[in-house]
């Protein structure tokens, strides 16, 4: 399945579910994960720890990721290389995005 597809279906489910949020591994190994998370407007994910490495690719949409100290706004095809400290992820309107995180 396309992403852009994934990614809609997600938001759809996202749109639905009482977190406002949805999510799907796509890829998985002993070495990394890909996942696809929809988030509707609005929604969140609360700070938390930062993998080793990780990188957000915006999908579609707008999302705000934030540390205590700095913030990033990305719109769709944007690439974060994601902080090495606590962060979190705000959907401006309704996004999906594509973590994909490095495993020790």
Known sequence: MPLSALAAELLEQARDHH?????????SSTSM???VIALA????????DAPAAATLHVLTGRVRVHTDDREWLLDTGELLPL???????DAVVDS???LTVALR
């Open 96 to 98: 999906a995005v594509l």
């Open 19 to 27: 977190s406002q949020r949805a999510a799907r591994t796509i890829a």
């Open 33 to 35: 994960r890909a996942t």
């Open 41 to 48: 407007a609005g929604a969140q994910v609360a700070e938390h």
């Open 83 to 89: 902080p090495p400290q606590r962060h979190g992820l």
